[in-house]
Protein backbone atom coordinates (compact mmCIF):
# COMPACT_ATOMS: atom_id res chain seq x y z
CA UNK A 1 0.00 0.00 0.00
CA UNK A 2 1.97 3.12 -1.37
CA UNK A 3 1.18 6.96 0.90
CA UNK A 4 -0.75 7.87 -2.10
CA UNK A 5 -3.51 4.65 -1.24
CA UNK A 6 -3.20 5.75 2.54
CA UNK A 7 -4.06 9.74 1.90
CA UNK A 8 -7.36 7.94 -0.32
CA UNK A 9 -8.64 5.92 2.27
CA UNK A 10 -7.96 8.36 4.90
CA UNK A 11 -10.27 10.81 3.23
CA UNK A 12 -12.66 8.52 1.60
CA UNK A 13 -12.72 6.77 5.13
CA UNK A 14 -13.70 9.97 6.89
CA UNK A 15 -16.61 11.16 4.38
CA UNK A 16 -18.31 7.84 5.03
CA UNK A 17 -17.06 8.13 8.27
CA UNK A 18 -18.83 11.17 8.56
CA UNK A 19 -21.89 9.86 7.44
CA UNK A 20 -21.82 6.91 9.68
CA UNK A 21 -22.03 9.69 12.16
CA UNK A 22 -25.10 11.78 11.43
CA UNK A 23 -26.81 7.69 11.58
CA UNK A 24 -24.92 7.52 15.13
CA UNK A 25 -26.03 10.42 16.07
CA UNK A 26 -29.69 9.37 15.74
CA UNK A 27 -29.11 6.40 17.97
CA UNK A 28 -27.65 8.46 20.57
CA UNK A 29 -30.45 10.65 20.57
CA UNK A 30 -33.02 8.22 20.35
CA UNK A 31 -31.57 5.92 23.15
CA UNK A 32 -30.16 9.06 25.33
CA UNK A 33 -34.37 9.76 25.77
CA UNK A 34 -35.83 6.37 25.93
CA UNK A 35 -33.62 3.60 26.73
CA UNK A 36 -34.31 2.36 23.29
CA UNK A 37 -32.19 0.97 20.34
CA UNK A 38 -33.79 2.35 16.93
CA UNK A 39 -33.15 -1.04 15.04
CA UNK A 40 -35.10 0.24 12.34
CA UNK A 41 -32.89 3.02 11.63
CA UNK A 42 -31.24 2.00 9.04
CA UNK A 43 -34.27 1.02 7.07
CA UNK A 44 -35.31 4.57 7.49
CA UNK A 45 -32.44 6.27 5.98
CA UNK A 46 -32.75 3.81 2.85
CA UNK A 47 -36.20 4.25 2.68
CA UNK A 48 -36.07 8.17 3.16
CA UNK A 49 -34.15 8.09 -0.33
CA UNK A 50 -35.36 5.59 -2.19
CA UNK A 51 -38.88 6.22 -1.24
CA UNK A 52 -38.61 9.88 -2.28
CA UNK A 53 -36.90 9.22 -5.70
CA UNK A 54 -40.13 6.66 -6.51
CA UNK A 55 -42.57 9.51 -5.45
CA UNK A 56 -40.61 12.32 -7.54
CA UNK A 57 -38.54 10.26 -10.18
CA UNK A 58 -40.46 7.25 -10.63
CA UNK A 59 -39.41 3.23 -10.39
CA UNK A 60 -36.96 3.45 -13.73
CA UNK A 61 -33.40 3.45 -11.96
CA UNK A 62 -32.12 6.89 -12.98
CA UNK A 63 -28.17 8.05 -12.50
CA UNK A 64 -28.32 10.58 -13.97
CA UNK A 65 -28.31 13.92 -12.46
CA UNK A 66 -32.35 15.32 -12.21
CA UNK A 67 -33.22 19.37 -12.69
CA UNK A 68 -33.36 21.58 -10.51
CA UNK A 69 -37.01 21.44 -9.55
CA UNK A 70 -37.04 17.99 -9.41
CA UNK A 71 -33.60 17.92 -7.23
CA UNK A 72 -35.43 20.40 -4.66
CA UNK A 73 -38.61 18.44 -4.36
CA UNK A 74 -36.41 15.12 -3.82
CA UNK A 75 -34.22 16.39 -1.60
CA UNK A 76 -37.48 17.88 0.55
CA UNK A 77 -39.52 14.80 -0.08
CA UNK A 78 -36.14 12.55 1.36
CA UNK A 79 -36.34 15.24 4.89
CA UNK A 80 -40.10 14.84 5.01
CA UNK A 81 -40.14 11.05 4.92
CA UNK A 82 -37.23 10.60 7.06
CA UNK A 83 -38.88 12.34 9.60
CA UNK A 84 -42.51 10.50 8.99
CA UNK A 85 -40.53 7.18 9.08
CA UNK A 86 -38.63 7.56 12.41
CA UNK A 87 -41.63 9.47 14.37
CA UNK A 88 -43.88 6.86 13.09
CA UNK A 89 -41.79 4.18 14.86
CA UNK A 90 -41.55 5.85 17.88
CA UNK A 91 -45.61 5.70 17.86
CA UNK A 92 -45.93 1.72 16.36
CA UNK A 93 -42.61 0.46 18.17
CA UNK A 94 -41.96 2.23 20.84
CA UNK A 95 -44.33 4.62 22.49
CA UNK A 96 -46.61 1.65 23.26
CA UNK A 97 -44.17 -0.33 25.48
CA UNK A 98 -42.09 2.46 27.15
CA UNK A 99 -45.59 4.19 28.59
CA UNK A 100 -47.02 0.69 29.42
CA UNK A 101 -43.82 -0.16 31.49
CA UNK A 102 -43.09 -3.24 29.49
CA UNK A 103 -40.24 -5.48 29.08
CA UNK A 104 -36.91 -4.80 26.87
CA UNK A 105 -38.13 -7.55 24.49
CA UNK A 106 -41.42 -5.54 23.47
CA UNK A 107 -39.30 -2.56 21.81
CA UNK A 108 -36.37 -5.36 20.37
CA UNK A 109 -39.20 -7.27 18.71
CA UNK A 110 -41.86 -4.51 17.10
CA UNK A 111 -38.41 -1.91 16.30
CA UNK A 112 -36.70 -5.20 14.31
CA UNK A 113 -40.35 -5.98 12.87
CA UNK A 114 -40.77 -2.55 11.94
CA UNK A 115 -37.44 -2.12 10.27
CA UNK A 116 -38.19 -5.63 8.13
CA UNK A 117 -41.61 -4.38 7.41
CA UNK A 118 -39.85 -1.42 5.90
CA UNK A 119 -37.46 -3.15 4.05
CA UNK A 120 -40.66 -5.48 2.73
CA UNK A 121 -42.42 -2.25 1.48
CA UNK A 122 -39.16 -0.51 -0.57
CA UNK A 123 -38.82 -4.13 -2.05
CA UNK A 124 -42.46 -3.88 -3.14
CA UNK A 125 -42.12 -0.54 -4.66
CA UNK A 126 -39.35 -0.62 -5.78
CA UNK A 127 -38.48 -4.21 -7.33
CA UNK A 128 -35.32 -3.87 -9.46
CA UNK A 129 -32.32 -5.98 -7.25
CA UNK A 130 -30.20 -2.29 -6.65
CA UNK A 131 -31.34 1.02 -7.67
CA UNK A 132 -29.09 4.08 -8.49
CA UNK A 133 -30.10 6.92 -6.82
CA UNK A 134 -29.67 10.62 -8.96
CA UNK A 135 -27.14 13.06 -7.22
CA UNK A 136 -30.11 15.45 -6.38
CA UNK A 137 -27.25 18.00 -4.87
CA UNK A 138 -25.54 17.94 -7.51
CA UNK A 139 -22.27 16.96 -6.04
CA UNK A 140 -20.67 15.07 -9.12
CA UNK A 141 -20.75 18.03 -10.96
CA UNK A 142 -18.56 20.07 -9.48
CA UNK A 143 -15.47 18.80 -11.48
CA UNK A 144 -16.09 17.68 -15.00
CA UNK A 145 -13.00 15.04 -14.37
CA UNK A 146 -15.05 13.88 -11.46
CA UNK A 147 -11.96 12.65 -9.53
CA UNK A 148 -8.76 14.65 -7.82
CA UNK A 149 -5.43 13.73 -7.91
CA UNK A 150 -3.54 12.99 -4.97
CA UNK A 151 0.10 13.22 -4.06
CA UNK A 152 1.88 9.71 -4.17
CA UNK A 153 -0.66 8.76 -6.47
CA UNK A 154 -4.01 8.28 -5.27
CA UNK A 155 -7.16 8.87 -6.87
CA UNK A 156 -10.38 10.76 -4.66
CA UNK A 157 -13.76 10.79 -6.23
CA UNK A 158 -15.01 14.47 -5.90
CA UNK A 159 -18.00 13.79 -4.23
CA UNK A 160 -15.89 12.71 -1.01
CA UNK A 161 -15.00 16.04 -0.10
CA UNK A 162 -18.28 17.88 -0.07
CA UNK A 163 -19.83 15.16 1.58
CA UNK A 164 -17.57 15.10 4.10
CA UNK A 165 -18.14 19.00 4.93
CA UNK A 166 -21.54 18.69 4.91
CA UNK A 167 -21.59 15.76 6.84
CA UNK A 168 -19.40 17.37 9.41
CA UNK A 169 -21.47 20.95 9.16
CA UNK A 170 -25.05 18.85 9.62
CA UNK A 171 -23.01 17.36 12.67
CA UNK A 172 -22.18 20.75 13.92
CA UNK A 173 -25.45 22.25 13.60
CA UNK A 174 -26.98 19.32 15.45
CA UNK A 175 -24.55 19.65 18.16
CA UNK A 176 -25.30 23.22 18.64
CA UNK A 177 -28.97 22.97 18.59
CA UNK A 178 -28.98 20.09 21.58
CA UNK A 179 -26.55 22.61 23.34
CA UNK A 180 -27.93 25.83 23.04
CA UNK A 181 -31.49 25.75 21.62
CA UNK A 182 -34.34 25.50 24.52
CA UNK A 183 -35.74 22.47 22.70
CA UNK A 184 -32.33 20.86 23.22
CA UNK A 185 -32.03 21.78 26.61
CA UNK A 186 -35.18 20.09 26.65
CA UNK A 187 -33.99 16.91 25.70
CA UNK A 188 -30.71 17.07 27.80
CA UNK A 189 -33.06 17.53 31.14
CA UNK A 190 -35.17 14.24 29.74
CA UNK A 191 -32.28 12.64 29.12
CA UNK A 192 -30.96 13.09 32.92
CA UNK A 193 -34.30 13.18 34.31
CA UNK A 194 -37.67 12.72 32.99
CA UNK A 195 -39.75 12.86 35.51
CA UNK A 196 -37.75 15.78 37.39
CA UNK A 197 -38.06 17.01 33.75
CA UNK A 198 -41.68 16.92 34.06
CA UNK A 199 -42.45 18.52 37.65
CA UNK A 200 -40.29 21.10 35.81
CA UNK A 201 -43.09 21.77 33.62
CA UNK A 202 -41.56 20.08 30.46
CA UNK A 203 -43.67 17.60 27.91
CA UNK A 204 -41.81 14.48 27.85
CA UNK A 205 -44.22 13.03 25.36
CA UNK A 206 -43.58 15.83 23.10
CA UNK A 207 -39.58 16.04 23.58
CA UNK A 208 -39.46 12.25 22.76
CA UNK A 209 -41.12 13.17 19.57
CA UNK A 210 -39.08 15.69 18.36
CA UNK A 211 -35.97 13.78 19.53
CA UNK A 212 -37.31 10.93 16.95
CA UNK A 213 -38.03 13.74 14.10
CA UNK A 214 -34.39 14.91 14.86
CA UNK A 215 -32.93 11.48 14.55
CA UNK A 216 -35.07 10.88 11.09
CA UNK A 217 -34.21 13.99 9.54
CA UNK A 218 -30.26 13.38 10.65
CA UNK A 219 -31.20 9.79 9.09
CA UNK A 220 -32.34 11.76 5.93
CA UNK A 221 -28.96 13.70 5.22
CA UNK A 222 -26.75 10.80 5.64
CA UNK A 223 -29.27 9.12 2.80
CA UNK A 224 -28.78 12.22 0.66
CA UNK A 225 -24.99 12.14 1.06
CA UNK A 226 -24.57 8.28 0.56
CA UNK A 227 -27.28 7.05 -1.73
CA UNK A 228 -25.34 8.57 -4.95
CA UNK A 229 -22.03 6.74 -3.94
CA UNK A 230 -23.10 3.20 -5.02
CA UNK A 231 -26.59 1.06 -6.02
CA UNK A 232 -28.61 0.90 -3.37
CA UNK A 233 -31.13 -2.33 -2.47
CA UNK A 234 -33.80 -2.77 -0.15
CA UNK A 235 -31.64 -4.52 2.37
CA UNK A 236 -28.66 -1.67 2.65
CA UNK A 237 -30.46 -0.13 5.77
CA UNK A 238 -29.12 -3.53 7.32
CA UNK A 239 -25.45 -2.54 7.06
CA UNK A 240 -26.29 1.24 7.24
CA UNK A 241 -27.98 0.43 10.49
CA UNK A 242 -25.09 -1.88 11.56
CA UNK A 243 -22.50 1.03 11.34
CA UNK A 244 -24.50 3.92 12.81
CA UNK A 245 -24.92 1.52 15.95
CA UNK A 246 -21.19 0.66 15.89
CA UNK A 247 -20.37 4.56 15.71
CA UNK A 248 -22.96 5.41 18.52
CA UNK A 249 -21.86 2.61 21.02
CA UNK A 250 -17.79 3.76 19.85
CA UNK A 251 -18.59 6.64 20.95
CA UNK A 252 -20.39 7.31 24.46
CA UNK A 253 -23.81 5.95 23.56
CA UNK A 254 -25.71 8.68 25.18
CA UNK A 255 -23.30 11.55 23.43
CA UNK A 256 -24.53 11.75 19.79
CA UNK A 257 -21.26 14.31 19.58
CA UNK A 258 -19.24 10.83 20.38
CA UNK A 259 -21.06 8.98 18.00
CA UNK A 260 -19.33 11.50 15.44
CA UNK A 261 -16.10 10.87 16.21
CA UNK A 262 -16.86 6.69 16.49
CA UNK A 263 -17.93 7.29 12.47
CA UNK A 264 -15.16 8.47 11.67
CA UNK A 265 -12.97 6.33 13.10
CA UNK A 266 -14.51 3.50 11.66
CA UNK A 267 -15.19 4.95 8.31
CA UNK A 268 -11.16 5.55 8.32
CA UNK A 269 -10.78 1.85 9.66
CA UNK A 270 -12.97 0.25 6.87
CA UNK A 271 -11.15 2.19 3.84
CA UNK A 272 -7.99 1.24 5.07
CA UNK A 273 -8.95 -2.40 5.71
CA UNK A 274 -10.20 -1.77 1.69
CA UNK A 275 -6.59 -1.17 -0.03
CA UNK A 276 -4.37 -3.10 2.78
CA UNK A 277 -3.14 -5.82 0.51
CA UNK A 278 -4.74 -9.37 1.43
CA UNK A 279 -7.69 -8.00 2.51
CA UNK A 280 -9.95 -5.78 0.37
CA UNK A 281 -13.43 -4.69 -0.11
CA UNK A 282 -15.18 -7.81 1.35
CA UNK A 283 -12.95 -7.79 4.83
CA UNK A 284 -13.57 -3.84 4.94
CA UNK A 285 -17.47 -5.03 5.46
CA UNK A 286 -16.75 -6.76 8.72
CA UNK A 287 -15.10 -3.61 9.95
CA UNK A 288 -18.75 -2.05 11.53
CA UNK A 289 -19.55 -5.51 13.30
CA UNK A 290 -16.39 -6.04 14.65
CA UNK A 291 -16.22 -3.13 15.93
CA UNK A 292 -19.45 -3.52 17.45
CA UNK A 293 -18.57 -6.43 19.09
CA UNK A 294 -15.54 -5.44 20.55
CA UNK A 295 -16.86 -2.53 22.01
CA UNK A 296 -20.00 -4.51 23.60
CA UNK A 297 -17.12 -7.03 25.29
CA UNK A 298 -14.73 -4.84 26.16
CA UNK A 299 -16.41 -1.44 27.48
CA UNK A 300 -20.08 -1.35 26.27
CA UNK A 301 -20.60 1.88 27.70
CA UNK A 302 -18.25 3.08 24.65
CA UNK A 303 -14.60 3.64 24.01
CA UNK A 304 -14.93 7.38 24.49
CA UNK A 305 -16.68 6.97 27.43
CA UNK A 306 -14.91 8.48 30.88
CA UNK A 307 -13.57 5.37 32.85
CA UNK A 308 -15.82 6.66 35.61
CA UNK A 309 -18.94 6.05 33.82
CA UNK A 310 -17.74 2.74 31.98
CA UNK A 311 -17.30 1.92 35.43
CA UNK A 312 -20.33 2.19 36.76
Known amino acids: MTAGELLQAVLAGLSVGAVYGLAG ?18 DVIVGAVLLA ?20 LAVAATLAIGVG ?12 FIRGGGDSLGWVGATATVGLLLR ?15 DVLHLDSLNDAKSLSLPGGGQ ?4 VLPVLAIALASALVADRFLV ?15 DAAALCGIS ?4 VVLAFAAAGLLAAVAALLIAPAAPLTADSGALLGLAGASAAYVGRLRSPRAAVIGGLCIGVAQQVVAVFPGLGASWSELVPAAALIVVLTWRPLG ?3 PREAAAE
Do not use: K, N
Open 25 to 42: MGFSLVWALTRVIQFAHG
Open 53 to 72: VFAVVGTTPVAVPPGVATSV
Open 85 to 96: LSVGCYLVAVRP
Open 120 to 134: ASVALVLPAAAYAAP
Open 156 to 159: LAIR
Open 180 to 194: RSRLGQAMRAVADDA
Open 204 to 207: VERV
Open 303 to 305: LIA
